[in-house]
């Protein structure tokens, strides 16, 4: 399995596309210490804060998703892989340790690069940490979102259906259509807030429960 891991992962880097859209994440996160640095607007941690939210779902989880599942089903790597032995369960926890190994780099990267641009900014050290932890928040999102897409994978035995799902969670809809559910009179009466099962919202409350 080992071995399994090692090569999906080497062939994942090799990736032009993953560099790229990494790339895109540093770009960002620089265009906003440049603006903070000549405005001098004390910026940088809030609005890195507000990408990294917004836009990290999607320019590096997505990414991740499809070369890890769209192209294992793509070139039938699974198939050949259980063809030499590999059990299904085995091949199943391997996927999923490279989406998280993957992920762990990715956000690795990011992190030290804001570090840096923090520091260049002038940005206050503990701004700065809360900042990066709340990447690592972002990160463990992701991978709960991952984590219910993959399974719609392996059921369905398709990743466009599993994508969307995925992108549905990362846009927040489906909490905004639970906690619309919630104002109905009887929820509100028994104070149900079905938006708090979320994965978003469970690890804000843990997030926040941390800071006070």
């Known amino acids: 399995m080992r071995n399994t891991i090692n090569a999906d992962i080497r062939r994942v880097l090799r990736k032009k596309s993953y560099y790229l859209l990494v790339s895109i994440c540093l770009a960002l996160l620089a265009i906003v210490a440049v603006i903070d640095i000549l405005w001098k607007k004390d910026i940088f941690v809030s609005v890195s804060s507000y990408v ?19 192209d ?4 039938r790597a699974m198939q050949t892989a259980i063809g030499f032995g590999l ?28 570090f840096l ?27 709960c979102w991952m984590s219910l897409a993959m399974i719609i994978v392996y059921i369905m035995q398709n990743t466009t259906f599993a ?15 639970l906690q619309g559910i919630s104002m109905v009179p009887f929820f509100v009466q028994h104070k149900i807030d079905l938006s708090v099962i979320t994965s978003g919202r469970i690890l804000q409350k843990a997030f926040d429960t941390h800071y006070k």
């Open 52 to 70: 990294c939210q917004l836009l990290f779902p999607f320019l590096l989880g997505i990414p991740v998703f499809l070369a890890v599942y769209g």
């Open 72 to 75: 294992d089903f793509k070139s």
């Open 87 to 114: 059990s299904r369960r085995k091949l199943i926890l391997a996927r999923y340790i490279e989406v998280i190994l993957i992920l762990i780099q990715s956000y690795v990267v990011v992190s030290l690069f804001t």
């Open 117 to 143: 641009f923090g520091a260049i900014t002038g940005s206050e050290m503990k701004e700065i940490l809360k900042l990066i932890e709340t990447y690592w928040y972002n990160a463990i999102q992701i991978l």
């Open 163 to 177: 994508l969307v799902i995925f992108i549905v969670l990362a846009t927040g809809l489906v909490g905004t259509i």
